[in-house]
């Protein structure tokens, strides 16, 4: 945890942070008091179609994390939503209803619904799979389920479903106050959600998945997490649906359903939590209302509405409705609007830890005949190379050597052909980056790799994630960082710029920015993929004296790959020559750069 | 035995056919076409209403491509082209287009099923089997599709540009290969092959505003199992279409529906690359 007494480095925004959480909580309240005045106000049929649409806005709020947050897009939300309806439906139509089978109907379709969403994310998100593969096993999993329930026969009713079974005996006001609690306090909750420490990691697998696992945070798990949780909520949803139309039919369970709640979020605005509830109360209520009327209009209006949102603003109609209320403000009211900033931050310095390989005393990376091939074609052949704490070793070679590749093998269990690597004396085997990590590894992509849509600080917070466990409620108000990457970060003048969004960085300061995030995991072995590509004289310099220090006064054992053979001379304590996927020359700065051997290879000659 | 043969090739043969025009859009541009279930609607109805016109059904081929071309024409340019970087976001669009025309559809015909005079009905004498004469047709119809395509992709400078595109797109546009015309033509090209796959079809099933969507979700499978090669399509339909009729005919037609969806998500998360060789 993070020590009070330290000394402060920096410390950015503030004052608007309490303003926010008053606004928060008189909008909670709102909410609330809308949901238990409103049935005074509305007629009966209005009010049975908002109970309903108060349900279907729970699935839009949801679907929201996944997709508008995490980037998932799922088609197959609607599948455990009729899990949480047949549940209720089947053991009611089955049991008879008593209390007992009510609150078992419920539990079972929690538990069914969360094991099916495992199921689906261990699918989903294997590794190796495109992106698209979620789409895959997100529209497979709604037709398996609608199938399922089609061909169910009399026990699922097929295709008519189950109606009229017996169910909790409330009024409809009471349906829709419920409802409508139980809605508003979601929200809520989802707000604090995504504001807390932990709802940031969400957008930050968003953003750059790739980071975050070389991070050390399991995407995997994170992603299947949300999803089991989403789906438990969805089944939630379902239930009360059940329970309160008495009517279940295998279309709820349909991709066509499915697709209708992205259809909600897409329009009232993904990453937005009201945006889709809005969005689906909104389209739900005028379905009912003018889908009588004017069926096919309506529907065609709402797909009209879809395409032009996705095609022209595909944040949705909210954050137009939130900037035009800004302008408004702004121009008319004469009134300054507070615009939502960070929480006040204080950025500290971390208790120094012993690095993983100082306590071991093994090789910080060990590497036997290595050997990496697309199809007929070797990149890599016979590779043994050692490295220990405190060297800095360069590979250096001509394009195509295979550096880069050596380096993706190192960071990846997965990459390589054959061989064996240990790092800190813990052999990868075929572990992903995320347990490569773990054994105390750190690698900075040859591209600036953060994540442009946080700010400075969360992206340095989101690196400490495996030190400090996030919290799901609120946001930390220190940041504590291990000394390396205070260095880089005082040394860039990131510190003055912590509540500034990454995308708005220079390509030097992203890089800096980078190398910091990497230093925060204090890493014992890092791999640098031309960290200086780029830069200007002064920050080459800068990167050049921290890594030396680095590598002194921490012991850390750095790989670097590196065209600029000046820079490499002046900071490395062993140089490695790469040829045609073979180590050539493994020795110190002197022997290598006074070879004969290495000027062939620069000059284009045969070694 | 022989029918049953018979039963895979044909199946294999309408599921090319109808994928086809997906294919070549996915390969090609990286992007799935959602509104391709629509557009197979759309020829479905462009062979009602020629048939409603009392012109012969060997009409409605040539009017449902064109039909479908220009309107695949018009889609790139206003939906499909500003979605090129965000591949996920075009296949939500194409969805959203998919009802549009859909809906439109219902507007002017209702939602009622309609059925349409079939060219070639009766049965043929297969090895001493009858057989569906038209299922036959689709046989000769899909070989036809491949080899029209091959020829297009292999034998024309179009071909020649597009097969570019597939490989690298940047260093196609680098050597002066105008990939936005590539993209243009491939869209439309498929849409067109869409529509007239949907006329083709009518023979088999009834038409209705959804009668594309239930053909989508195989055919998306059976492009994501092929990549961007005719080849792997052919194998992917022979393979998975063949796993559907067996498994309907042996344990369940509701399995056998479910089939393709199921073995292509298997497939994939064991062999990403499915059926394509790299």
């Known amino acids: 945890m993070t020590d009070r007494h330290a000394p402060v480095i920096a410390t950015v925004g503030g004052s608007a942070a309490s303003k926010l959480q008053f606004g928060f909580l008189a909008a909670t309240l709102f909410g609330l008091a809308l949901v238990i005045l409103a049935p005074y106000a509305l007629d009966t049929y209005t009010m049975n179609v908002l109970t309903r649409s108060l349900l279907y806005a729970i699935l839009a709020l949801v679907l929201d994390l996944l997709w508008g947050y995490t980037g998932i897009l799922s088609y197959g939300l609607s599948a455990f939503f009729a899990i949480g309806a047949y549940a209720l439906g089947l053991a ?80 409809i006001e009471t349906w829709f106050r419920m409802g409508g609690i139980a809605l508003v306090i979601l929200t809520a909750l989802c707000w604090i959600f995504v504001r807390s420490d932990a709802g940031r990691v969400l957008i930050a697998v968003r953003e750059n998945e790739l980071r975050c696992r070389y991070l050390g945070i399991s995407t995997v798990r994170v992603k299947t997490w949300l999803m089991i949780v989403t789906a438990m909520i969805a089944a939630v949803a379902g239930y009360a649906y059940a329970a309160y139309t008495v009517v279940v039919a295998p279309e709820l369970a349909g991709f066509e359903f499915g697709t209708e709640i992205l259809i909600w979020v897409a329009l009232g605005g993904r990453g937005t939590l009201l945006g889709p509830v809005i969005g689906a109360l909104v389209i739900d209520l005028g379905s009912a209302y003018l889908g009588g009327s004017i069926p096919y209009v309506w529907k065609l209006v709402v797909g009209l509405a879809f395409v032009a949102v996705i095609v022209v603003m595909p944040r949705g109609f909210l954050p137009l409705f939130s900037s035009a209320w800004r302008w408004l403000a702004a121009t008319v009211l004469r009134k300054p609007v507070a ?155 990131l510190d003055r710029m912590l509540g500034v969004e990454a995308r708005q960085l220079s390509h030097g300061e992203k890089q800096a920015l980078e190398l910091a995030m990497v230093l925060a995991l204090e890493p014992s072995v890092l791999l640098l993929d031309e960290p200086t590509a780029g830069l200007t004289k002064s920050e080459r310099m800068l990167i050049g004296s921290i890594l030396t220090r680095l590598v002194r006064d921490h012991a850390l054992c750095v790989l670097l790959v590196e065209h600029d053979l000046d820079f490499v001379r002046e900071i490395s304590s062993r140089i490695v020559v790469l040829h045609q996927g073979r180590i050539v020359l493994d020795g110190t700065v002197d022997e290598v750069v006074g070879s004969a051997l290495v000027r062939d290879i620069y000059a284009g000659g045969h070694a | 035995m022989t029918s049953q043969i018979l039963d895979i090739l044909t199946s294999a043969a309408i599921l090319y056919v109808v994928a086809a025009g997906l294919l070549i859009v996915f390969g ?138 597939i490989m690298n797109e940047d260093l196609a546009r680098g050597l002066g290969i105008d990939s936005g015309l590539v993209r243009f033509v491939t869209f439309s090209l498929g849409a067109g092959l869409a529509s007239l796959a949907g006329t083709l079809i009518t023979p088999l099933s009834s038409v209705d505003p959804s009668l594309g969507i ?36 042996y344990a369940n037609p509701v399995y056998g529906s479910m089939a393709i969806v199921i073995l292509a998500a298997v497939l994939l998360r064991v062999r990403p690359q499915g059926f394509a060789n790299d």
């Open chain 1, 92 to 171: 009611s139509t089955h049991l008879g209803f008593t209390p007992l089978i009510a609150v078992a109907a419920f539990a079972a379709g929690l538990v069914i619904a969360a094991l099916v969403a495992a199921l689906t994310g261990w699918l989903a998100f294997g590794r190796g799979v495109t992106p698209l593969y979620v789409s895959v096993v997100t529209l497979a999993l709604p037709i398996v389920v609608k199938q399922g329930l089609l061909s169910g026969g009399v026990f699922t009713g097929s295709s008519s479903g189950l109606s009229g079974f017996e169910s909790f005996d409330l009024e």
């Open chain 1, 339 to 493: 615009v939502a900033m960070d929480a006040g931050l204080r950025l500290v310095c971390a208790p120094a830890q012993e690095t993983i390989s100082a306590a071991s005393g093994a090789p910080s990376v060990e590497i036997r005949q290595l050997s990496k091939r697309f199809g007929s074609l070797k990149v890599l052949e016979g590779i043994d190379f050692a490295a220990s704490p405190g060297e800095l070793v360069s590979l250096v070679g001509p394009n195509g050597a295979g550096k880069t590749t050596m380096m993706r093998c190192i960071a990846d269990g997965a990459e390589r052909s054959g061989g064996e690597i240990t790092i800190t004396g813990h052999d990868i085997a075929r572990l992903p980056p995320e347990r490569c990590v773990a054994f105390g590894l750190g690698r900075k992509f040859q591209t600036a790799t953060i994540f442009d849509a946080l700010s400075v600080a969360d992206c340095l917070r989101i690196a400490r994630t495996s030190h400090e466990t996030p919290s799901f409620v609120h946001r930390e108000t220190s940041l504590a960082l291990p000394q390396a990457a205070l260095d880089v970060i005082t040394a860039t003048g």
């Open chain 2, 28 to 165: 090609v541009m990286k992007i799935i076409n959602f509104a391709h279930g629509g557009f197979l609607t759309m020829g479905g109805y462009c062979a009602l209403a020629t048939a409603d016109l009392g012109l012969s059904p060997l009409f409605a081929i040539p009017i449902s491509f064109l039909f479908g071309a220009v309107v695949g024409m018009v889609v790139e340019r206003l939906i499909v082209r500003p979605l090129y970087s965000r591949p996920l976001d075009a296949i939500l669009a194409t969805w959203g287009l998919g009802i549009i025309i859909g809906q439109l559809i219902t507007l002017i015909y209702d939602r009622g099923v309609h059925f349409v005079q079939s060219p070639i009905s009766g049965a043929v004498d297969v090895m001493g089997e009858s057989y569906s004469q038209y299922r036959l047709v689709m046989l000769v119809v899909a070989i036809l599709f491949g080899v029209v395509l091959a020829a297009v992709l292999h034998g024309t400078r179009l071909g020649l540009m597009t097969r570019a595109v």
């Open chain 2, 214 to 249: 239930s053909w989508l979700v195989n055919a998306f499978m059976l492009v994501l199992v092929s990549g961007s090669s005719l080849v792997s399509l052919g194998i992917a339909a022979v393979v998975l279409g063949g796993a559907q009729v067996l498994i309907s005919s």
